[in-house]
């Protein structure tokens, strides 16, 4: 019998993973989740948004770029939304041939050791959720009643009205297939502030992605103060319901955001 040399199997290529943060106003917690996110994603490359931040995020984001190359910032000239935020990290996945992009609150919400649970997920989903609603989730510490039935009452209606099937559509803490993002038309996105998350989702299932959930604890900001006020909350309910509307109608698209992008990055 002849010897065939042992071939060793193929070794998986290593994904290029970006993780985002959408920041406004986060100066203390910047530095130390980016740290804490190296811990658990030592691979992958950092994208900041910020929003000219009047506390100085966007500097500290630069002092932490010039430290690291791995550190990518985006400076927009003001506050214009977490959703237009997150839409334009997906743009800079895409532009610069990342496979997964991966995103946080930037006020360590979300915290950074389910990382390796929702990267995980992506062997079997085109999108992972970091999900309080699933068994194992919760929410640790103080959760007011109020953003409790908030939370419970905007994923309901979520549900109801863009047909979602999963159970935290209105986290951030996220993992996306940067080729499933390619093949939408994101310039269809309605939203520019805290709907954007329930958006995606169902733009997504249009675009049949496969959609999982991990639980994770969900934290209480560390530092500063929430940016959620009533018109974020008045504009999503509005924005899904028109979605939700059209969606039945069978009518979904819209306007183009393309022109809320723009910003420099450094
Ligand atoms: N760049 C940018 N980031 C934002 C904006 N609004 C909120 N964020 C960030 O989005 C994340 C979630 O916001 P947060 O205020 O914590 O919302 P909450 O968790 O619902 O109370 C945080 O990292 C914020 O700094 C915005 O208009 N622009
Ligand atoms: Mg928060």
Redesign the pocket.
């Known amino acids: 019998m002849i010897d065939l040399p042992h071939t060793p199997p193929p070794s998986p290529i290593p994904k290029r993973i970006l993780v985002s ?6 100066v203390d917690n910047l530095v130390p989740l980016a740290e804490a996110i190296r811990l658990y994603a030592p691979q992958a490359s950092l994208l900041i ?3 000219n931040s009047p506390d100085g995020t966007g500097r500290v984001a630069d002092e932490l770029r010039a430290r690291q190359p791995h550190v990518h910032v985006i400076h ?1 000239p003001k ?4 959703g237009t ?1 997150t839409l334009a990290a997906m743009h800079f996945a895409i532009e610069n041939g990342f496979d997964y992009l991966l995103n946080l ?3 360590f ?1 979300h915290p950074p050791r389910f990382i390796p649970s929702l990267l995980a997920g992506m062997n079997e989903n085109d999108v992972m959720i970091g999900s309080r609603y699933v068994a194992g989730g919760g929410v640790e510490g103080e959760f007011g009643l109020k953003r409790k039935l908030m939370s419970a009452g905007i994923n309901w209606y979520a549900r109801l009205l863009l047909g979602l099937q999963s159970k935290d559509n209105s986290g ?1 803490f996220r993992c996306y297939r940067v080729s499933t993002l390619a093949q939408l038309d994101l310039g269809l996105v309605r939203s520019r502030g ?1 709907s954007f998350m329930e958006e995606i989702l169902f733009w997504c299932r249009q675009a049949g992605g496969r959609i999982g959930e991990t639980p994770i604890l969900f934290e209480n ?1 560390r530092s500063g103060v ?3 006020n009533k018109l974020e909350v008045v504009t999503a309910l509005r924005i899904i319901l028109q979605l939700g509307f059209d969606r039945f109608l069978g009518r979904v698209g819209g306007r183009n955001s393309a022109s809320l992008l723009s910003g420099t990055q450094s």
């Open positions: 943060l959408a920041t406004y106003n986060e948004i910020d929003d927009r506050k214009l939304g977490l935020a609150d930037a006020d919400s951030a805290y900001r929430s940016k959620i």
